[in-house]
């Protein structure tokens, strides 16, 4: 069935539940990095197997939800384009990674993202106070400082791909502005998005390898920090304006580094401490400033 955008948009989420939505997806994002390194860094599998596993672990977890639904209506409501858009960022993400070390990645994903939601933003109309301008530049330095130490001139292609993920990431997060149920629309688009994953991996055929351990790493990607993770992320765009929802995104890779103390062993740092001071400060900056235009969930 073709995909029929609602005529009315999700209600706003009350701002605390906004808080704790945006909250847990951050964790989610985060919780998949640490699982995509863990599994790709450490040769368990193979890129492209890791986003085929985790797209089909995501399909089939968010489908055996909404399945019922999809009974009485005797179907499944297509967005092709946001398929298109989770499928892009999926596959892209992973093969970026095997020329790319972290550090340049995630700074190179998250501009990516920033440019993108950020021209939706301003060409919407959405208003950006000085303050809140500063507190992204805050932000932005913070998470420069952060990953720099890991920095290094990037491979072309890796750099392209992991720019085509970011932009790819920014637009499937506008895109859910609209959605009237985040679960269905969420559970809808990795099923879509099943075929056109398996056709970016079937070039890479002769080069699939993995282990168990690389399975189950992509398979908890899939289901848990990437289906679930993600119908919160929707839910929780109805409550935010672009530019707040781009800038949010900044924590992810400081989560993520004090997920690699908890769960990886890794040091903590003094230059941790700061730049995550610099880039949670700087998204609190931003978050408490009042802005003016449409949400992520209006019209």
Same mark, same amino acid.
């Given at each position: 069935?073709?995909?029929?955008?609602? +005529?009315? %948009? @999700?209600?706003?989420?009350?701002?605390?539940?906004?808080?704790?939505?945006?909250?847990?997806?951050?964790?989610?994002?985060?919780?998949?990095?640490?699982?995509c390194?863990? #599994?790709?860094?450490?040769?368990?599998? /193979? %890129?492209?197997?890791?986003?085929?596993?985790?797209?089909?672990?995501?399909? +089939?977890?968010?489908s055996?939800? +909404?399945? %019922?639904?999809?009974?009485?209506?005797?179907?499944?409501s297509? /967005?092709?384009? &946001?398929?298109a858009?989770?499928?892009?960022?999926l596959?892209? !993400?992973?093969?970026?990674?095997?020329?790319?070390?972290?550090?340049?990645?995630?700074?190179?994903l998250?501009?990516?993202?920033?440019?993108?939601?950020?021209?939706?933003?301003?060409?919407?109309?959405?208003?950006?106070g000085? !303050?809140?301008?500063?507190?992204?530049a805050?932000?932005?330095?913070?998470?420069?400082?952060?990953?720099?130490?890991?920095?290094?001139?990037?491979d072309?292609?890796?750099? #392209?791909?992991?720019?085509?993920?970011?932009?790819?990431?920014?637009?499937?997060?506008l895109?859910?502005?609209?959605?009237? /149920?985040?679960?269905?629309?969420?559970?809808?688009?990795?099923?879509?998005?099943?075929?056109?994953?398996?056709?970016?991996s079937?070039? !890479?055929?002769?080069?699939?390898d993995g282990?168990?351990?690389?399975?189950?790493?992509? #398979?908890?990607?899939?289901?848990?920090?990437?289906?679930?993770?993600?119908?919160?992320?929707? +839910?929780?765009?109805?409550?935010?304006?672009a530019?707040?929802?781009?800038?949010v995104q900044l924590?992810?890779?400081?989560?993520?580094? !004090?997920?690699? $103390?908890?769960?990886?062993?890794?040091?903590?740092?003094?230059?941790?401490?700061?730049?995550?001071a610099?880039?949670?400060?700087?998204?609190? $900056?931003?978050?408490?400033?009042?802005? @003016?235009? &449409?949400?992520?969930?209006g019209?």
């Amino acid at each position: 069935m073709p995909y029929e955008s609602p +005529v009315q %948009p @999700s209600l706003p989420v009350p701002r605390l539940s906004t808080v704790s939505l945006t909250l847990v997806a951050m964790l989610a994002f985060a919780a998949n990095s640490l699982l995509c390194r863990l #599994a790709l860094e450490g040769g368990l599998i /193979d %890129p492209a197997s890791f986003s085929t596993v985790r797209v089909i672990a995501g399909a +089939v977890t968010l489908s055996v939800i +909404v399945l %019922p639904r999809w009974r009485i209506r005797g179907g499944i409501s297509a /967005d092709w384009r &946001s398929a298109a858009m989770l499928s892009a960022y999926l596959a892209f !993400f992973s093969f970026a990674y095997l020329t790319l070390s972290a550090g340049t990645g995630a700074l190179i994903l998250f501009s990516a993202v920033q440019l993108t939601m950020f021209t939706a933003a301003l060409r919407r109309g959405e208003s950006f106070g000085p !303050f809140a301008w500063l507190g992204l530049a805050m932000a932005v330095m913070g998470l420069v400082y952060l990953v720099a130490p890991g920095l290094s001139a990037p491979d072309p292609v890796g750099a #392209a791909l992991m720019a085509i993920a970011g932009i790819a990431w920014g637009m499937y997060s506008l895109r859910g502005r609209n959605v009237a /149920d985040p679960l269905e629309a969420t559970a809808a688009n990795f099923v879509c998005a099943v075929p056109l994953v398996i056709a970016v991996s079937v070039p !890479f055929a002769g080069e699939l390898d993995g282990s168990w351990h690389g399975f189950a790493l992509a #398979a908890a990607s899939g289901s848990i920090a990437s289906g679930l993770g993600y119908v919160v992320w929707y +839910v929780a765009l109805g409550g935010l304006t672009a530019a707040r929802a781009a800038t949010v995104q900044l924590s992810v890779p400081v989560i993520a580094a !004090f997920g690699g $103390i908890l769960l990886l062993g890794e040091a903590i740092t003094l230059r941790l401490v700061l730049a995550s001071a610099m880039t949670l400060g700087g998204i609190g $900056i931003v978050l408490t400033q009042r802005s @003016s235009g &449409s949400r992520l969930g209006g019209s």
